[in-house]
T-cell receptor, first 112, second 114 residues
Framework: DQQVKQNSPSLSVQEGRISILNCDYT??????FLWYKKYPAEGPTFLIS?????DKNEDGRFTVFLNKSAKHLSLHIVPSQPGDSAVYFC???????????FGTGTRLKVLA | DSGVTQTPKHLITATGQRVTLRCSPR?????VYWYQQSLDQGLQFLIQ???????AKGNILERFSAQQFPDLHSELNLSSLELGDSALYFC?????????????FGPGTRLTVL
């Protein structure tokens, strides 16, 4: 049972435009969400997180939106840069479980 | 560089064999997590240790085991290896135990079972 789903395996965006990566979850107990970026031959690196008490969190060019009623979160990258080309994973956690459930990832390609 | 180190970087072995993957967390981090990433799959959580104690278990096979030592490094032992165990294995560490923690990932160990 895939509790965290990233239904778009890949996405291509023109440099300078907005990239929107989506993530859906099924477990209503999840209350903390993170996005990670992964380059080839490297481990994932943390990008941004959001707690369920918020609906938006911003860090520079990266903004995460959380819609609890729809069990949906999205990562917006504005403006997109070629260096943003990577695989992006969303992850979710429920209080007291001490573990994160990861989605299958979305491969973003930013075209110059 | 996340500060998390994993050895070896690559490992090629045969079915039925046993291997040990090693992870050293960031300095000061007490929690260690192990993940498996098979081809085109997400990161599957295997197990978590905090200060030497197992704290959470995911979809870890009985053929797999892990431990965290007093110096906080961790080892993941995979035995009776099967072709399907070929994957990238990541270790991550975090400072605290709770869920609201950023995890720092190592570069991974690529295991190939022939």
């Amino acid at each position: 049972d895939q509790q965290v789903k990233q239904n778009s395996p890949s996405l291509s965006v023109q440099e300078g435009r907005i990239s929107i990566l989506n993530c859906d979850y099924t477990n209503s107990m999840f209350d903390y969400f993170l996005w990670y970026k992964k380059y080839p031959a490297e481990g994932p690196t943390f990008l941004i997180s959001i707690s369920s008490i918020k609906d938006k969190n911003e860090d520079g060019r990266f903004t995460v939106f959380l819609n609890k009623s729809a069990k949906h979160l999205s990562l917006h990258i504005v403006p997109s840069q070629p260096g943003d080309s990577a695989v992006y994973f969303c992850a979710a956690s429920a209080a007291g479980t001490y573990k994160y459930i990861f989605g299958t990832g979305t491969r973003l390609k930013v075209l110059a | 560089d996340s500060g998390v180190t994993q050895t070896p970087k690559h490992l090629i072995t045969a079915t039925g064999q046993r291997v040990t993957l090693r992870c050293s967390p960031r300095s000061g981090d007490l929690s260690v997590y192990w993940y498996q990433q098979s081809l085109d799959q997400g990161l599957q959580f295997l197990i978590q240790y905090y200060n030497g104690e197992e704290r959470a278990k995911g979809n870890i096979l009985e053929r797999f085991s892990a431990q965290q030592f007093p110096d906080l490094h961790s080892e993941l032992n995979l035995s009776s290896l099967e072709l399907g165990d070929s994957a990238l294995y990541f270790c991550a560490s975090s400072e605290r135990l709770g869920s609201y923690n950023e995890q720092f990932f190592g570069p991974g160990t690529r295991l190939t079972v022939l």
